[in-house]
């Protein structure tokens, strides 16, 4: 089968939240430039950096 060749798949990630490992406090890595907001700690282990989103998929008709 080739009709996946026509096909084009748009994938984008999702901005990593993280976990602080010193007071647990839930963040967005991006937005916080990578450290807690709450402590100022780096130390962090990322929660969703690997999930992906698949935002478009074009299917050519016929
Ligand atoms: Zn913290």
Redesign the pocket.
């Known amino acids: 089968d080739t009709w996946l060749k026509d096909t084009k798949l748009v994938i984008n990630v999702i901005p990593g939240m993280a976990e ?6 839930l ?1 967005h890595v991006i937005e916080h430039e990578g450290y ?6 780096f ?2 282990t990322i929660l969703s950096g690997k999930d992906f989103l698949i935002r478009e998929i074009h299917i050519p008709e016929g």
């Open positions: 602080c490992d010193e007071c647990n406090e963040f807690c907001p709450n402590c100022g700690s130390e962090k």
